[in-house]
Protein backbone atom coordinates (compact mmCIF):
# COMPACT_ATOMS: atom_id res chain seq x y z
CA UNK A 1 0.00 0.00 0.00
CA UNK A 2 1.42 3.27 -1.07
CA UNK A 3 2.00 5.27 0.10
CA UNK A 4 -3.42 11.14 18.80
CA UNK A 5 -4.81 13.49 20.30
CA UNK A 6 -7.95 15.45 18.80
CA UNK A 7 -8.32 19.02 18.81
CA UNK A 8 -8.27 20.58 22.35
CA UNK A 9 -11.36 22.70 21.49
CA UNK A 10 -13.98 22.41 19.04
CA UNK A 11 -14.34 25.46 16.92
CA UNK A 12 -16.42 25.96 14.30
CA UNK A 13 -16.15 28.59 11.58
CA UNK A 14 -19.51 28.63 9.51
CA UNK A 15 -22.79 27.68 10.93
CA UNK A 16 -23.96 24.70 8.81
CA UNK A 17 -26.69 25.38 6.42
CA UNK A 18 -29.64 24.00 5.94
CA UNK A 19 -28.55 22.25 2.58
CA UNK A 20 -25.61 20.93 4.56
CA UNK A 21 -28.17 19.46 6.98
CA UNK A 22 -30.20 17.80 4.86
CA UNK A 23 -27.26 16.39 2.90
CA UNK A 24 -26.47 14.73 6.58
CA UNK A 25 -30.00 13.94 7.09
CA UNK A 26 -30.00 12.14 3.45
CA UNK A 27 -27.22 10.59 3.51
CA UNK A 28 -27.70 8.85 7.36
CA UNK A 29 -31.51 7.76 6.64
CA UNK A 30 -32.12 7.43 3.37
CA UNK A 31 -28.36 5.47 2.10
CA UNK A 32 -28.33 9.20 -0.51
CA UNK A 33 -24.97 8.36 -2.97
CA UNK A 34 -25.78 11.66 -4.27
CA UNK A 35 -25.49 13.29 -0.62
CA UNK A 36 -22.25 11.95 -0.07
CA UNK A 37 -21.17 13.23 -3.73
CA UNK A 38 -22.22 16.65 -2.80
CA UNK A 39 -19.97 16.61 0.73
CA UNK A 40 -17.29 15.07 -1.61
CA UNK A 41 -17.33 17.50 -3.67
CA UNK A 42 -17.43 20.44 -1.01
CA UNK A 43 -14.80 19.06 1.39
CA UNK A 44 -12.26 16.73 -0.33
CA UNK A 45 -9.92 19.20 -1.89
CA UNK A 46 -9.85 21.22 2.02
CA UNK A 47 -9.16 17.87 3.47
CA UNK A 48 -6.77 16.51 0.59
CA UNK A 49 -4.80 19.44 2.15
CA UNK A 50 -5.23 17.86 5.77
CA UNK A 51 -4.01 15.07 4.83
CA UNK A 52 -1.14 16.29 2.82
CA UNK A 53 0.09 18.71 5.82
CA UNK A 54 0.17 15.97 8.54
CA UNK A 55 2.02 13.03 5.98
CA UNK A 56 4.04 15.11 4.07
CA UNK A 57 3.31 12.30 1.45
CA UNK A 58 0.23 12.72 -2.05
CA UNK A 59 -0.21 9.87 -2.28
CA UNK A 60 -0.37 8.94 1.64
CA UNK A 61 -2.80 12.11 1.30
CA UNK A 62 -4.90 10.71 -1.12
CA UNK A 63 -5.24 7.11 0.24
CA UNK A 64 -6.35 9.02 3.66
CA UNK A 65 -8.95 11.18 2.38
CA UNK A 66 -10.30 9.15 0.10
CA UNK A 67 -10.53 6.27 3.05
CA UNK A 68 -12.24 8.68 5.29
CA UNK A 69 -15.35 8.97 2.86
CA UNK A 70 -15.23 5.69 2.04
CA UNK A 71 -15.54 5.09 5.86
CA UNK A 72 -18.55 7.93 6.27
CA UNK A 73 -20.43 6.06 3.55
CA UNK A 74 -20.11 2.51 4.91
CA UNK A 75 -20.81 3.43 8.47
CA UNK A 76 -23.31 6.07 7.28
CA UNK A 77 -26.28 3.93 9.40
CA UNK A 78 -24.27 3.76 12.47
CA UNK A 79 -21.88 6.64 12.35
CA UNK A 80 -22.75 9.85 14.84
CA UNK A 81 -21.94 12.19 12.39
CA UNK A 82 -22.63 16.41 13.87
CA UNK A 83 -23.81 19.38 12.09
CA UNK A 84 -20.26 20.43 12.12
CA UNK A 85 -19.20 18.28 9.28
CA UNK A 86 -16.35 20.38 8.63
CA UNK A 87 -14.71 20.07 12.20
CA UNK A 88 -15.79 16.47 12.50
CA UNK A 89 -14.17 15.38 9.00
CA UNK A 90 -11.05 17.41 10.02
CA UNK A 91 -10.34 15.33 12.93
CA UNK A 92 -10.97 12.38 11.31
CA UNK A 93 -8.54 13.31 8.73
CA UNK A 94 -5.83 13.88 11.03
CA UNK A 95 -6.67 10.80 12.79
CA UNK A 96 -6.19 8.93 10.29
CA UNK A 97 -2.96 10.38 8.85
CA UNK A 98 -1.68 9.79 12.06
CA UNK A 99 -2.54 6.13 11.86
CA UNK A 100 -1.14 5.60 9.00
CA UNK A 101 2.31 7.22 9.65
CA UNK A 102 2.45 5.04 12.74
CA UNK A 103 1.53 2.21 10.01
CA UNK A 104 3.97 3.04 7.71
CA UNK A 105 7.10 3.91 10.33
CA UNK A 106 7.24 -0.20 11.36
CA UNK A 107 9.29 -2.19 8.74
CA UNK A 108 10.21 -6.03 8.94
CA UNK A 109 13.65 -6.99 8.33
CA UNK A 110 14.79 -10.62 8.58
CA UNK A 111 12.44 -11.06 10.99
CA UNK A 112 13.03 -7.57 13.04
CA UNK A 113 10.75 -4.53 13.75
CA UNK A 114 12.58 -1.58 12.73
CA UNK A 115 11.00 1.75 13.18
CA UNK A 116 11.31 4.91 11.17
CA UNK A 117 11.82 8.02 13.33
CA UNK A 118 11.37 10.51 10.07
CA UNK A 119 8.16 8.97 10.16
CA UNK A 120 6.57 8.24 13.56
CA UNK A 121 4.77 11.58 15.13
CA UNK A 122 5.76 13.16 17.70
CA UNK A 123 2.97 14.17 20.42
CA UNK A 124 4.21 17.27 21.49
CA UNK A 125 4.75 18.43 17.52
CA UNK A 126 1.20 16.66 17.00
CA UNK A 127 -0.20 19.50 19.78
CA UNK A 128 1.57 22.37 18.72
CA UNK A 129 -0.21 21.73 14.95
CA UNK A 130 -3.33 21.21 16.02
CA UNK A 131 -3.12 24.40 18.01
CA UNK A 132 -2.14 26.02 14.56
CA UNK A 133 -5.20 24.94 13.19
CA UNK A 134 -7.11 26.03 16.42
CA UNK A 135 -6.35 29.41 15.47
CA UNK A 136 -6.40 29.45 11.87
CA UNK A 137 -10.39 28.21 12.01
CA UNK A 138 -10.69 31.31 14.48
CA UNK A 139 -9.06 33.46 12.17
CA UNK A 140 -11.29 32.51 9.51
CA UNK A 141 -14.25 33.11 11.44
CA UNK A 142 -13.29 36.48 12.07
CA UNK A 143 -13.07 37.26 8.02
CA UNK A 144 -16.04 38.88 7.16
CA UNK A 145 -18.76 36.87 5.88
CA UNK A 146 -17.97 37.80 1.52
CA UNK A 147 -14.24 37.57 2.35
CA UNK A 148 -14.51 34.09 4.07
CA UNK A 149 -16.26 32.99 1.36
CA UNK A 150 -14.15 33.54 -1.04
CA UNK A 151 -11.31 32.12 0.34
CA UNK A 152 -13.12 28.79 1.29
CA UNK A 153 -14.23 28.62 -2.50
CA UNK A 154 -10.86 29.63 -3.63
CA UNK A 155 -7.98 27.78 -1.39
CA UNK A 156 -10.44 25.30 -0.02
CA UNK A 157 -13.03 24.17 -2.09
CA UNK A 158 -9.91 24.82 -5.62
CA UNK A 159 -12.57 26.67 -7.18
CA UNK A 160 -11.25 29.38 -10.11
CA UNK A 161 -11.92 33.04 -9.28
CA UNK A 162 -13.81 32.70 -12.45
CA UNK A 163 -16.09 30.08 -11.34
CA UNK A 164 -16.33 32.12 -7.86
CA UNK A 165 -17.48 35.39 -9.58
CA UNK A 166 -20.41 33.36 -11.16
CA UNK A 167 -21.31 31.51 -8.03
CA UNK A 168 -20.96 34.78 -5.98
CA UNK A 169 -22.46 37.07 -8.71
CA UNK A 170 -19.42 39.41 -8.27
CA UNK A 171 -16.55 40.40 -10.46
CA UNK A 172 -13.22 38.60 -10.97
CA UNK A 173 -11.83 42.03 -9.65
CA UNK A 174 -13.49 41.62 -6.24
CA UNK A 175 -12.95 37.92 -6.09
CA UNK A 176 -9.35 38.57 -6.11
CA UNK A 177 -9.61 41.95 -3.75
CA UNK A 178 -11.71 39.68 -0.96
CA UNK A 179 -8.86 36.58 -1.32
CA UNK A 180 -5.59 38.74 -0.96
CA UNK A 181 -7.44 41.00 2.03
CA UNK A 182 -7.94 36.97 3.74
CA UNK A 183 -4.63 35.76 2.71
CA UNK A 184 -2.90 39.38 4.29
CA UNK A 185 -4.66 38.70 6.80
CA UNK A 186 -4.20 35.02 7.86
CA UNK A 187 -0.72 35.50 7.24
CA UNK A 188 0.14 38.18 9.08
CA UNK A 189 -1.22 36.80 12.33
CA UNK A 190 0.07 33.03 11.87
CA UNK A 191 3.41 34.36 11.33
CA UNK A 192 4.99 33.75 14.23
CA UNK A 193 4.39 29.71 13.55
CA UNK A 194 7.20 30.59 10.45
CA UNK A 195 9.59 29.73 12.84
CA UNK A 196 8.53 26.14 12.61
CA UNK A 197 9.07 23.80 9.93
CA UNK A 198 5.33 22.45 10.00
CA UNK A 199 4.77 26.34 9.83
CA UNK A 200 6.03 26.68 7.12
CA UNK A 201 4.88 23.69 5.70
CA UNK A 202 1.29 24.96 6.69
CA UNK A 203 2.26 28.38 4.60
CA UNK A 204 2.69 26.08 1.43
CA UNK A 205 -0.21 23.87 1.50
CA UNK A 206 -3.01 26.66 3.19
CA UNK A 207 -2.37 30.02 2.31
Known amino acids: MV ?20 LLTRLRND ?20 ALFFTQHEELAKEVSLDVF ?33 KESYTEIDGEVE ?7 DAQELLEQSEL ?9 ELPPRCREVFSLVKEEGKTYAEVAEEMGISVKTVDAQLQKALTYLRTNLAKHLNRDYGKRFFTIFL
Request: proline fraction near 4%; glycine fraction near 2%.
Open 31 to 50: GSESALRELFDRHYARLYRV
Open 133 to 141: FEQYERLLS
Open 70 to 102: ATIWEKRKTMIIPEDFRHFSFVMVKNASVNILK
Open 115 to 121: VAEALSP
Open 3 to 22: KNKPLSQKITIFTPTMDEKE
